[in-house]
């Protein structure tokens, strides 16, 4: 996989599961989608495409963006995930802070960015 590859699906994942967000939540998204490939040893397209992991893979007809300029808000925020430390502390999960899913008692709670609480 090219870079470039891995560049846009991480910005398709970012734009997907966090574009309303402040841009701290949408670069948290982008870490724990980092943390994920790193842990599993997979492409960023293969961790995002794995079933169950990602709403959005499932819900969408399309992944060509609707939203340009919200698309390249979360191409930045990518960059900057890329080029800064994780502030996560190695989170591979997060969920809205409206559910409370089954697997949030296993995992331990890291911070909440934006709407999202990050876990590892």
Same mark, same amino acid.
Request: proline share 4%.
């Given at each position: 996989? *090219? %870079?470039?590859?891995?560049?846009?699906?991480?910005?398709?994942?970012?734009?997907?599961? =966090?574009?309303?967000?402040?841009?701290?939540?949408?670069? =948290?998204?982008?870490?724990?989608?980092?943390?994920?490939? =790193?842990?599993?040893?997979?492409?960023?397209?293969?961790?995002?495409?794995?079933? /169950?992991?990602?709403?959005?893979? &499932?819900?969408? &007809? $399309? /992944?060509?963006?609707?939203?340009?300029?919200?698309?390249?808000?979360?191409?930045? $925020?990518?960059?900057?995930?890329?080029?800064? !430390?994780?502030?996560? &502390?190695? !989170? *591979? %999960? /997060?969920?809205?802070?409206?559910?409370?899913?089954?697997?949030?008692?296993?995992? *331990?709670?890291?911070?909440? /960015?934006?709407?999202?609480? %990050?876990? &590892?």
């Amino acid at each position: 996989m *090219t %870079f470039l590859e891995g560049l846009l699906w991480l910005t398709l994942n970012v734009y997907h599961e =966090a574009r309303s967000e402040p841009e701290i939540g949408q670069v =948290a998204v982008a870490h724990v989608t980092l943390n994920r490939a =790193a842990q599993k040893q997979l492409s960023i397209k293969k961790v995002v495409n794995q079933p /169950y992991q990602f709403s959005w893979i &499932k819900q969408k &007809k $399309s /992944y060509i963006p609707e939203d340009p300029q919200a698309f390249f808000q979360c191409m930045k $925020s990518v960059y900057i995930a890329l080029n800064q !430390s994780d502030f996560t &502390k190695g !989170s *591979t %999960f /997060y969920h809205l802070d409206s559910i409370d899913p089954y697997w949030a008692s296993d995992v *331990t709670f890291v911070n909440q /960015y934006g709407s999202h609480r %990050f876990y &590892k």
